[in-house]
Structures are given as C-alpha cells and as structure tokens.
C-alpha cells in the first residue's frame, strides 16, 4: 500500500487530521514521569513509557506519527533502538513519518534505506535548498513519500524566506519548485506557521498537495482562521499537530479526543459555507436525516418522474457529505455509494445496453473523472483488491475504464496496456497500445459488469498476442442483486456475495474475477439512507429484457 493510500484510509478511519510527534524531550518528561513514581528511572525507561502511554492513548484519534530523528539521535545506539520501538509500537494502518530535516546530499541514498527498509518509516521530511536532488533518493522508493519543508515559525527565518520581498517571498518559490520533484502521492509540504496569511498564500500555490503545519498553538485562537486558509477543496489536506503540552497530562487521550471533535466540527462548517457560496446546497446532508418522503415520485409504469432529479432535496449537490459525518460516521465504503449517487451516476428511465438488454436504469459512472476526490476513492477501492495479486502490468478497457487504469498505473506503480477497440487502417495498426512482452502478466479492469462481453473481447486480444490475463477487477457487478458485499468468483476476495452469471462464466473460463460493489449492496445503502423510493429500489432487482436490434 502507498504511502498517500495509507494516509487518507487512516483520515478516513479515524475521522481525524491531527498528527502526533513523539519527542522525548527531557524537560517535557519531567512533569509526567514524576506524577507516576517514575522519577528515579533512567531517561531511557522514561522515554519508553511514555512513548507507549502516548502511542496507547492517540491512536484511535491521530491519522499519523512524526518522531524527530534528531531526539533520537542524541541519544546514540540506545536513541536509535529507541525509535525501533516506536516503530514496532505505531499501528501499521497509520503512517509512521520521520522528522529528519534532512539537507546533506551525500548521506542521502544511506538515510533512505534506512528509514525506508530497515527502518519501515512511511515519510521522511526534508530541507529544500540542496534542490531536486536531496529528494531523489527518497523517491526511488515508490510506496513512500517526502515532506519538504517550505517554511519556518522562526522569527529568525523570516529575513531569509521572505527574500527578496512579500511579492515574490523565497517560501513561495519552494512551494512551487517542490511541486514539480514528485507527483502528489509521493510529496506533501510542510508549514511551520501560526499566521493564517501565509498558510493561505502555500495553499493557493498548491491548491491539491498536503499540507503538515507545525508551531500553530503559540495562537490558539487562530485554528478556524488556519482551517480556513489551509483545508484542501475537499475539506481535507490539511495536517495538524497536537500540542506538546498535552502529550503530558494525564488524561491526553479525552484532550485529544476533544480536539479531534472540535475541528471535524470546523470542517462541516466550512464545507456548509462553501456550498453555500458555489450555490450547490443549503443544506449538508447527514446519514439518519429523514429524507424518505423527499424521495423520487414513480409513475404508473413503474419508472421513475423525469421532471425530478432522482436524489433527495437534502441529498443533492452534498459534496462527500457522507464521510463527513463526525460522531455519525459511516462505513467508508457506504459513503462511497451514496456520494456516487449524489453525483448522479444512476439514472433511471429506459436505456438499451450494447448487448441489446433494456434496463429501466443506468450506471453512469463516467461521471466520476470530474471529481477528483472522490475518483481518488474510487481508484483506491479498486486497489485494495489488485494489491495481493501477481501481475506486470495493468489493462483497461476502451474507452470507459481506460481513466480508472491510468490512475491505477500511476498509484500502484504498473505499466498500462489497453487493447484498441477497432484497429485503424493506417499508422501502426496495433492491436494493443503500449510496451510489453510475450508472457507478460495483465490485470483487466472495467467498470461495470453486466454480460461480460466486452471483457471477454479484451482478454481474447490481449491472449492473441501473447500477455496472461488471469485477474479481472471490476467497480459493479450488474446481475448480483442478493449480496452485501462485492461479488467474487474463481478464489476471488472482493467480498460475500455469490458474484452474477457473468461472474461465473468467466470463472468457467479460468479468469478470477473480483467486484468492487454489486448492485444488492448499492440498493440497500441507497434504500437505507433515502435516496431511493421502493420502486425505484424494485426497479435496480428486475432483469433486462433483451431486445431484438436492428
């Protein structure tokens, strides 16, 4: 699993953006160790259970850990067994980032094998001013990432990174230049600032990176202002640290909590107010709100009233509004379904498919490259069942899957392949595009499986020259209309369902065939949580009629 994979599940699965640093800092130590009868103890014994007291009670409330290198190296061999056991502490699920500052190219190759393999560290930070090449061999390391630090909360810094003027401040001129040294999986930025100016100037030049801010607490009071100014489009991308002086009290885990729930708090706000402006919504929708008499009027024959848009008043124009629930969270995957919908990826009326089945529905997930964050967590429901598979490259089918195989290829670090859908008559007539070799392993993905045809159609090209497909993943299982989970056949993974007659005719085949969702599963959230009418739901459980086609 990547590193920005790892980040945003742990975001998602603990509803938090707080970071927490693991620093035992002698003087900071005092206070706690005393109040526990530990005083007498070595540093070291001290250290350790402290760094377990804190890991023990922020866990369930932090979506990573940043422990400074230069703690730990103070304190020589014993400092860096030390930070072994951190890493033996921290839960594997949360990404684990070392503070290290670094600046020294010459070192730069030893550090990163070190914190990448034998230490099993996520991230590194990094000092920008050697240039590109500082972060080069932190980035050879594909499911790991660099954190450039573009700025200080030192006094003493400002005559430098505000050089040679406020139009043009050096700070600036890094964040821009940091950009272009890796993609946005593999490079987050690093603030040092309670001033809600400067965080707003980073965030406009890099409205998509992360940021991580560090010396904001100086200012309390300026936590809605910092949000304001560094939260992404998506009311996320935006780290923040835990106090110091909680990491010490005695009951840091409630404090931690409370902060937690304070700024998930911050973050509906602000998204309410954005959606408000951009004139999407008035309203945010929340899972357990009664919208149920809000739901589309059905006609006589049974189709759904095309003079409505098909969603809840409450439910239209909510942007990831499901996940966004604080204390109501919701399964991520529930909340995937329902911000799909919202989106208007399910139409209903009468829609001929290209096999010749008529539908009283239709499954438009083109529309989900529009929108970056949630294709992101589209992409990633896809590569949590190609992560465990054996393959040398990725393939999609043209044209509707080929945007989900490019940003697989890019996020699983894959080659893409695709076979054409007609072959031209001129140029260099290929059958398939891209580099590979005879034998290579392909994992096939698609969209929307309904007969299997198209599928089918691609892997007998792909097998015409030369390359295996053993491994097909597709986003929705069209005929599965009983499971609670996404449908898998031949040894597949993808959840309990029974999987459709497409499924198992491939599995006939002996192509294992794994399914995001099915369509019993995208009708029971749906039904639950409103947005559908009983007959509409009746409607997504019939089978099409085939037709004859002229």
């Given at each position: 699993?990547?590193?920005?994979?790892?980040?945003?599940?742990?975001?998602?699965?603990?509803?938090?953006?707080?970071?927490?640093?693991?620093?035992?800092?002698?003087?900071?130590?005092?206070?706690?160790?005393?109040?526990?009868?530990?005083?007498?103890?070595?540093?070291?014994?001290?250290?350790?259970?402290?760094?377990?007291?804190?890991?023990?009670?922020?866990?369930?409330?932090?979506?990573?850990?940043?422990?400074?290198?230069?703690?730990?190296?103070?304190?020589?061999?014993?400092?860096?067994?030390?930070?072994?056991?951190?890493?033996?502490?921290?839960?594997?699920?949360?990404?684990?980032?070392?503070?290290?500052?670094?600046?020294?190219?010459?070192?730069?190759?030893?550090?990163?094998?070190?914190?990448?393999r034998e230490l099993g560290a996520d991230a590194a930070t990094l000092s920008p001013l050697a240039g590109?090449?500082?972060?080069?061999?932190?980035?050879?390391?594909?499911?790991?990432?660099?954190?450039?630090?573009?700025?200080?909360?030192?006094?003493?810094?400002?005559?430098?990174?505000?050089?040679?003027?406020?139009?043009?401040?050096?700070?600036?001129?890094?964040?821009?230049?940091?950009?272009?040294?890796?993609?946005?999986?593999?490079?987050?930025?690093?603030?040092?600032?309670?001033?809600?100016?400067?965080?707003?100037?980073?965030?406009?030049?890099?409205?998509?990176?992360?940021?991580?801010?560090?010396?904001?607490?100086?200012?309390?009071?300026?936590?809605?202002?910092?949000?304001?100014?560094?939260?992404?489009?998506?009311?996320?991308?935006?780290?923040?640290?835990?106090?110091?002086?909680?990491?010490?009290?005695?009951?840091?885990?409630?404090?931690?909590?409370?902060?937690?729930?304070?700024?998930?708090?911050?973050?509906?706000?602000?998204?309410?107010?954005?959606?408000?402006?951009?004139?999407?919504?008035?309203?945010?929708?929340?899972?357990?709100?009664?919208?149920?008499?809000?739901?589309?009027?059905?006609?006589?024959?049974?189709?759904?009233?095309?003079?409505?848009?098909?969603?809840?008043?409450?439910?239209?124009?909510?942007?990831?509004?499901?996940?966004?629930?604080?204390?109501?969270?919701?399964?991520?995957?529930?909340?995937?379904?329902?911000?799909?919908?919202?989106?208007?990826?399910?139409?209903?009326?009468?829609?001929?498919?290209?096999?010749?089945?008529?539908?009283?529905?239709?499954?438009?997930?083109r529309q989900i490259i529009s929108d970056p964050n949630l294709f992101h967590r589209v992409l990633h429901?896809?590569?949590?069942?190609?992560?465990?598979?054996?393959?040398?490259?990725?393939?999609?089918?043209?044209?509707?899957?080929?945007?989900?195989?490019?940003?697989?290829?890019?996020?699983?670090?894959?080659?893409?392949?695709?076979?054409?859908?007609?072959?031209?008559?001129?140029?260099?007539?290929?059958?398939?595009?891209?580099?590979?070799?005879?034998?290579?392993?392909?994992?096939?993905?698609?969209?929307?499986?309904?007969?299997?045809?198209?599928?089918?159609?691609?892997?007998?090209?792909?097998?015409?020259?030369?390359?295996?497909?053993?491994?097909?993943?597709?986003?929705?299982?069209?005929?599965?209309?009983?499971?609670?989970?996404?449908g898998s056949a031949g040894g597949g993974s993808g959840g309990a369902g029974q999987g459709s007659d497409?499924?198992?005719?491939?599995?006939?085949?002996?192509?294992?065939?794994?399914?995001?969702?099915?369509?019993?599963?995208?009708?029971?959230?749906?039904?639950?949580?409103?947005?559908?009418?009983?007959?509409?739901?009746?409607?997504?459980?019939?089978?099409?009629?085939?037709?004859?086609?002229?």
């Open positions: 699993m990547g590193f920005f994979v790892q980040l945003t599940d742990a975001i998602a699965s603990n509803q938090s953006l707080l970071v927490t640093g693991l620093d035992p800092n002698p003087e900071m130590l005092q206070s706690w160790t005393f109040r526990r009868g530990m005083a007498g103890r070595s540093f070291l014994s001290q250290a350790r259970h402290w760094i377990k007291a804190v890991i023990e009670a922020t866990a369930p409330h932090v979506c990573a850990y940043k422990p400074s290198l230069g703690f730990y190296q103070a304190l020589g061999p014993v400092g860096l067994e030390l930070l072994r056991e951190v890493r033996e502490l921290v839960p594997l699920d949360i990404p684990l980032i070392i503070d290290a500052k670094h600046g020294d190219l010459n070192s730069s190759s030893a550090l990163a094998h070190y914190l990448f590109q090449d500082i972060a080069a061999p932190f980035l050879l390391y594909p499911d790991k990432a660099v954190v450039v630090t573009c700025h200080s909360s030192n006094p003493a810094a400002r005559v430098l990174q505000h050089h040679p003027d406020e139009e043009r401040p050096l700070y600036l001129r890094i964040v821009r230049e940091a950009q272009l040294w890796a993609t946005p999986e593999q490079l987050m930025l690093e603030v040092g600032t309670s001033d809600p100016a400067i965080l707003a100037r980073v965030r406009a030049e890099a409205p998509e990176s992360f940021l991580i801010l560090r010396s904001l607490w100086a200012e309390e009071d300026r936590l809605d202002a910092l949000l304001e100014a560094g939260l992404s489009a998506s009311a996320d991308g935006l780290l923040l640290p835990l106090p110091q002086n909680l990491l010490v009290e005695d009951d840091m885990a409630e404090r931690a909590a409370c902060l937690k729930r304070r700024i998930e708090e911050r973050r509906h706000h602000w998204l309410e107010s954005r959606q408000r402006e951009a004139g999407a919504s008035c309203q945010l929708w929340l899972p357990g709100q009664d919208v149920q008499a809000d739901a589309r009027p059905v006609g006589s024959d049974g189709t759904a009233d095309p003079s409505v848009d098909g969603r809840p008043s409450a439910a239209r124009g909510s942007i990831t509004g499901a996940a966004m629930t604080g204390a109501g969270a919701i399964e991520p995957m529930e909340a995937l379904i329902l911000d799909l919908f919202d989106i208007g990826c399910l139409l209903f009326g009468e829609y001929v498919q290209a096999s010749g089945a008529v539908f009283n529905y239709y499954v438009d997930l429901s896809y590569a949590e069942l190609l992560q465990g598979l054996d393959f040398d490259r990725i393939a999609g089918i043209p044209y509707g899957s080929l945007p989900t195989a490019t940003g697989l290829s890019l996020q699983l670090h894959k080659p893409l392949i695709y076979p054409r859908k007609e072959v031209k008559a001129h140029g260099a007539r290929r059958l398939i595009e891209g580099d590979f070799n005879e034998g290579d392993v392909v994992a096939l993905v698609d969209d929307i499986l309904i007969t299997g045809g198209s599928l089918l159609e691609g892997i007998t090209k792909l097998e015409s020259s030369g390359l295996v497909v053993r491994d097909v993943v597709v986003f929705i299982d069209h005929g599965s209309g009983g499971g609670s989970g996404g497409a499924l198992r005719r491939l599995a006939e085949r002996g192509y294992r065939v794994r399914a995001v969702l099915d369509i019993g599963r995208i009708t029971t959230v749906l039904r639950r949580h409103g947005r559908l009418s009983e007959a509409q739901a009746s409607l997504l459980g019939h089978q099409p009629q085939a037709v004859s086609r002229v």
